[in-house]
Nanobody, 114 residues
Framework: QVQLVEAGGGLVQPGGSLRLSCLTS????????MEWYRQAPGKEREFVAR????????NYADSVKGRFTISRDNTKNTVYLGMNSLKHDDTAVYSC???????WGQGTQVTVSS
């Protein structure tokens, strides 16, 4: 059974940083690309970042490029999202996703507010 469990969300001031994690189980993690998405109140879910299997090629939404970093630790079956220079507009529920199994985590709330 494929499972994804996010952690690391919270309340942070504008300009601050957070690091999200997504612990996976039920599949051979190193074989598959992983993605992060987010959904702000009243808005549709949007793509944030992707990291491939193998060489770990990364892709980012333009809105987070240069501020967010996706990474993976195949020994821990975990994907991370480092977030710097956070803005009010980054407030959302962040979820990890594995497309091959069409499985989402439960999400973790990130709130950027002074």
């Amino acid at each position: 059974q494929v499972q994804l469990v996010e952690a690391g969300g919270g309340l942070v001031q504008p300009g601050g940083s957070l690091r999200l994690s997504c612990l996976t189980s039920g599949f051979t993690f190193s074989y598959y690309a992983m993605e992060w998405y987010r959904q702000a109140p009243g808005k549709e879910r949007e793509f944030v970042a992707r990291i491939s299997a193998g060489d770990g090629t990364t892709n980012y939404a333009d809105s987070v490029k240069g501020r967010f970093t996706i990474s993976r630790d195949n020994t821990k079956n975990t994907v991370y999202l480092g977030m710097n220079s956070l803005k009010h507009d980054d407030t959302a529920v962040y979820s990890c996703y594995v497309e091959t199994f069409d499985t989402w985590g439960q999400g973790t709330q990130v709130t950027v507010s002074s």
